[in-house]
């Protein structure tokens, strides 16, 4: 019911009634997305009555309103988790044994201490169960790894890792970059040289449509309804050269061909 009308690559976008659109006239004539990369920013936007709704809006500020105030919020299950692309491209994440090590040093308690305030769950698939693509149970078997110190220090050194550095990108003044900041001291406490590269929404664009210059990011995602475990994404070579996808499985061609009949 709404087109675009007017937007800044980095700044916000105006969407205003679609004329020629067929069903009943929505509520609103304009709306406005405002892309606001501080918390602080975000909040204070809130509380002086500049946006009128702040989607992701960060737990620790929330709880200090007043209960009785005019700032109203409530807990939704999310349409995408926090998720990690890991650059297979990159030297030091193209090694599958650093890949293991990362899988098993990672705690995800403590990202969700430090991010959510302990309220979230961990994605068995890439999206909710109230999405109509969401598979029925028993109908796959999620294996998500541990954190297993013993076992990330057993891959670490199979590795052969010589401190190169591993370099997490992630947009600046999400709730991924305060996620990207716990897995680095999550790294650095095994002996890993980790920085975090936080760039505006436009530069984290950028690179991610290239093959260098981080070995991780780290982004509050959006799931597609249809493809609960991003198969597109991970077999599909085709989508992989059109987006300059570094994520995709190059040694699966059998399940890239299922993909394709499908």
């Known amino acids: 019911p709404y087109m675009l009308t007017d937007f800044s690559k980095t700044n916000y976008q105006v969407y205003e009634i679609n004329p020629y659109y067929y069903g009943d006239k929505p509520v609103y004539e304009k709306i406005t997305l405002k892309f606001l990369s501080d918390q602080n920013t975000q909040m204070l936007a809130l509380e002086n009555g500049e946006i009128d709704v702040l989607c992701n809006a960060p737990f620790a500020p929330l709880f200090k309103l007043d209960p009785n105030g005019h700032i109203k919020y409530e807990f939704v299950n999310t349409a995408g988790p926090m998720l990690m692309s890991i650059n297979q491209k990159a030297a030091l994440t193209s090694n599958k044994d650093f890949r293991k090590f990362i899988a098993y040093a990672i705690n995800r308690e403590e990202i969700n201490l430090a991010v959510y305030d302990g309220y979230s769950s961990d994605a068995e698939v890439y999206g909710e169960s109230y999405f109509t693509g969401y598979p029925e149970p028993g109908t796959y078997e999620p294996e998500l790894p541990s954190y297993e110190p013993e076992k990330a220090k057993e891959y670490l050194e199979k590795s052969g890792y010589a401190g190169e550095e591993f370099i997490i990108a992630v947009q600046q003044g999400t709730k991924a970059q305060t996620g990207a900041e716990v897995i680095q001291g999550q790294m650095m406490n095994f002996g890993v040289n980790?920085?975090?590269?936080?760039?505006?929404?436009?530069?984290?664009?950028?690179?991610?449509?290239?093959?260098?210059?981080?070995?991780?990011?780290?982004?509050?995602?959006?799931?597609?309804?249809?493809?609960m475990i991003g198969a597109r994404v991970l077999f599909s070579a085709d989508y992989a050269r059109a987006q300059n996808n570094v994520v995709h499985y190059d040694d699966y061609p059998e399940l890239e061909e299922a993909w394709n009949n499908t």
């Open 194 to 227: 980790c920085t975090v590269n936080t760039l505006d929404q436009g530069s984290y664009n950028a690179l991610m449509k290239t093959v260098d210059g981080y070995n991780i990011a780290i982004t509050d995602s959006i799931s597609a309804s249809m493809d």
